[in-house]
């Protein structure tokens, strides 16, 4: 079938993106789910700093790529062997799929699965397939997902349903930055009853670890951003205490853990140097390939310190994405106050520049 969705051209190429777009609004061919596939019609999709990292080259992909991994629709069709999701169910996209069978898989997410990983560096669907093509060169698949489009073929593995009662802009943020930053906050942080939490950058990811944490009624929560638009909003959010880095230095604040979630070697350093002995600093931001951080050995061990890196929150979709919509269903987890803006597929390489300079905490793409 015949889709419209946003193709990166090249990567790397100068800001601003609005001028020197990299990616392309297109018509492209959509071939048809086969066994444990099913075709979802897109309704909303997040842009995220992972579709960034492609574009300015800190994640590289093979293009032409069409972008997009986290998104919310309906399913229209299934393939050969896909029994437990129905035409018609609302559907969230999850990055990483889950093969049940290797290693990673046995680690009850701390670990990333490795077919999942494999297909997705390769820009192939989880069991080898590609179903994407324009004037009949093949287009690659973005995380298993490229949901900045009408429609998306993915794997079974890659879908969690939802009830209809979950919106679409809420049920697409579920799947990566609520996914990613709550889900450091309860499997990797999980934090004891009083222990403080500190939460260092401020975007989609980091908001969501913070509403988190204050959902399961942690201690202290300290936001930590450069913006004060984001300090502001996280106050609002119901941190107790929001301040710059500067300030955490100055103050010499210091917290049970730290969730590092800006993917930036200072913002790493600022999560480290706070947190108090005996904590974890847990880091889910991905950095440029060459970033380095200066940390002290002597500090893990005269502290008894663990550092923990934490992907697609150390979550198990299946399980983790129905407990926030459950939290957000009982007013717990406000994930419509993580949206910054509501945009068209158009705006996607202004989005990109939005993103890159800080601005946006979540833009939402409504198809």
Known sequence: MRITGAVLEEIGRPRP?????????????????????????????????????VVDGNRVRPVPMLLGHEAAGRVEAVGAGVTDVAVGQRVVMAFLPRCGECAGCATDGRLPCAAGTAANNEGRLLHGSRHLTRDGEPVHHHLGVSGFATHAVVDRASVVPVDDDVPPEVACVLGCAVLTGGGALLNAVAPGPGESVMVVGLGGVGMAALLAAVAVGAGEVVAVDTLQAKLDLALELGADRALTPDEVAEQGVRTSHAIECAGHPRAFETAFAATAPG?????VGLPDPAARAQVSPLTLTAEARTVVGSYLGSAVPARDIPRFAQWWREGRLPVERLISRRIRLEDINDAMDELADGRAVRQVIVI
């Open 279 to 283: 904590g974890r600093t847990v880091t």
């Open 17 to 53: 993106y609005a001028g020197s777009t990299p990616i392309s609004v297109t018509e492209l061919e959509l071939g048809d789910p086969g066994p444990s596939e099913l075709r979802v019609r897109i309704e909303a999709a997040g842009v995220c700093h992972s579709d960034l990292s």
